[in-house]
């Protein structure tokens, strides 16, 4: 099978090797593309070096990328959080470690910390993308988020290439609901996770297959549908 699936520009690397071990091949297909916003990123540096930091959880592998580096070198290291192995991966890379989440959703990041995040401040550099019930499930444990919105996340407005495709795969709510594209008859429809499927039935699509919110996840739903 030939899966179109939602990514940035330049990433998703990996995609073709992960898709391959289940039998399929696999191409990106960008409704959205990153903007770096500099003065937020040298302010979530600044903090980090004041020691405002208890905790630092990154809600994708983007953000870990942006910021990894002076992670890495700076003389603080807070427990750092990563939302999946790519994430962590991406850590990883800049010589940073990581736990992972049990889940691949930012809702179980305070259940996961519990009563850890008591007093405790949450360094959160992530995209300009509201996530309100992240901020109030720390606050609701006695922690303090710390938000950063180092990125944002802007349109493309490009048609999504799924001529070839056997299957489009959204793996996020905002690249489904920005992306520009028409379903069509044969073409399986599926979402990554319950998150984005809960977009697309808002939008009166019912997803094919949906995942567990990891690559791995949507491939495996997509061969048991």
């Known amino acids: ?4 699936i939602t990514r940035l520009p330049d990433k998703g690397r990996d995609d073709a ?3 391959a071990r289940f039998g399929h091949d696999c191409y990106p297909v960008s409704p959205l593309r990153a903007e770096a916003y500099p003065d937020a990123q040298v302010a979530f540096v600044a903090a980090l070096e004041e020691g405002r930091f208890d905790g ?7 953000p870990a990328e942006m910021v990894g580096p002076a992670l890495a070198h700076s003389g603080r290291r807070p427990r750092v959080i990563a939302i999946g192995p ?3 991966a991406a850590l990883a890379r800049h010589g940073v470690e990581a736990e992972v989440l049990p889940s691949f959703y930012s809702r179980d990041f305070a259940p996961h910390l519990g009563s850890w995040l008591q007093g405790r401040t949450i360094g959160i550099p992530r995209a300009d993308v509201p996530n309100e019930p992240l901020l109030e499930a720390i606050r609701e444990r006695g922690g303090t988020p710390a938000e950063f919105r180092i990125y944002g996340l802007v349109r493309t407005d490009q048609p999504l290439d799924l001529a070839g495709a056997d299957a489009v795969l959204f793996t996020s709510a905002n690249s489904f609901s920005e992306a520009v594209w028409s379903p069509r008859q044969g073409l399986l ?3 990554i996770g319950e998150v984005t499927a809960e977009r697309m039935r808002r939008a ?17 739903a997509i061969e048991g549908r």
Request: hydrophobic residues 45%.
């Open 17 to 19: 090797e992960r898709c």
């Open 189 to 191: 429809v599926c979402a």
């Open 204 to 220: 009166g699509i019912e997803p094919d297959a949906v995942g567990d919110g990891s690559l791995e996840g949507a491939l495996r």
């Open 1 to 4: 099978m030939r899966i179109a």
């Open 86 to 88: 790519a994430t962590q």
């Open 56 to 62: 630092v959880f990154f809600t994708s592998a983007l």
